[in-house]
């Protein structure tokens, strides 16, 4: 099985540096390992695409939702094209932002 390219929006990369830059001010290694989490999480999309559940506040379901333990990242899969396309990454005391 081929694996999934994985493409990130400018709001997913923008999560991920407000991430980065909270965990720089709080230092910590448990910090370190939250990121860590994320992007392990991101990667095991290539290959496993449908591993998020649906994003409930829609109806498409192939805009989904992988829940780490800190963090949402919520993606499109574009099944036909082997694409995950990151549309944000947020903390999830931040809660489930509207997916357009």
């Known amino acids: 099985m081929a694996k ?21 001010r709080h230092e910590s290694s448990w910090n370190a390992q939250m990121l860590a989490e994320v992007l392990e999480g991101i990667e095991k999309l290539r290959e496993l695409p449908r591993l998020g559940s649906r994003f409930l506040s829609s109806d498409d379901a192939n805009k989904r939702v992988l829940t780490t333990r800190h963090f949402q990242i919520i993606y499109l899969l574009v099944e036909e094209e082997g694409i995950v396309h990151l ?7 931040q809660g489930s932002p509207p997916y357009e």
Do not use: K, P, V
């Open 87 to 93: 549309a944000t990454i947020r903390h999830q005391r």
């Open 4 to 24: 999934f390219e994985i493409r990130w929006s400018e709001e997913a990369y923008r999560g991920m540096h407000e991430a980065c830059e909270y965990l720089e």
